[in-house]
């Protein structure tokens, strides 16, 4: 298995507060995403980098920040979380353009 | 900009049978890649398949097979003997040529299959 690691695994927090996702991999693979997860609309890119502080926006990157100071670690953060952003988060890994990518395992978050 | 369509929300097959799962693509790039994923009810995502767009061959991965129509720009998966554990939700996904282009995905279609 590919050595991608999300945490934390699950969190419930209160809207307005922030909140820090964290994806940590030992592949160094170059590209790294962050989706969502929301019934009917499959996965929807949120921000991806590729390459260490070379980040880019994806389709629903409003209210979402993200940081890659370091090969093996992508950072999400919501600034100040909404009851919207309530989700399952999933951080992906691959090594190259036209290479598989590979999942974490998720983070259920909830927004109170 | 890329866009990847899943029109089929689900389907339903019979144990052994041959399902095909649509996906539909459409980018301005001529260089780019295009990817099956599966979804079991426990969440995790496994890859299944992968085509790149100068492939001469459509790609094969045992019981998977990706039916590329680049002319007219689809992807379609094809599961053969279907079998109970094919249950799942199955994603299209494309990455274009460029460095830096992201991996995008469709809905997803929900596939189940009865005995």
């Known amino acids: 298995d590919a050595g991608i690691t999300q945490s934390p695994r699950h969190k419930v927090t209160e809207t307005g507060t922030p909140v820090t996702l964290r994806c940590h991999q030992t592949?160094?693979?170059?590209?790294m995403y962050w989706y969502r997860q929301d019934p009917g609309h499959g996965l929807r890119l949120i921000h991806y980098s590729y390459g260490v502080k070379d980040t880019d926006k994806g389709e629903v990157s409003d209210g979402y920040s993200v940081s890659r100071s370091k090969t093996e670690d992508f950072l999400l953060t919501l600034e100040s979380a909404t009851s919207s952003q309530t989700s399952v988060y999933f951080c992906?890994?691959?090594?190259?353009?036209?290479?598989?990518?590979?999942f974490g395992q998720g983070t259920r978050l909830t927004v109170v | 900009a890329q866009k990847i369509t899943q029109t089929q929300p689900g389907m339903f097959v019979q144990e052994k049978e041959a399902v095909t799962l649509d996906c539909t693509y459409d980018t301005s790039d001529p260089s780019y890649g295009l990817f099956w994923y599966k979804q079991p009810s426990s969440g995790e995502m496994i890859f299944l398949i992968y085509?790149?767009?100068?492939?001469?061959q459509n790609a094969t991965e045992g019981r998977y097979s990706l039916n590329f129509q680049k002319a007219r720009k689809s992807a379609n998966l094809v599961i053969s003997a279907s079998q109970l554990g094919d249950s799942a939700m199955y994603f299209c996904a494309m990455r274009g040529g460029q460095a830096g282009t992201a991996l995008i995905f469709g809905k997803g279609t929900t596939l189940s299959v009865s005995s």
């Open positions: 992906a890994i691959s090594e190259g353009q036209y290479t598989e990518a590979f």
């Open positions: 085509q790149g767009s100068y492939d001469q």
């Open positions: 592949e160094n693979h170059r590209y």
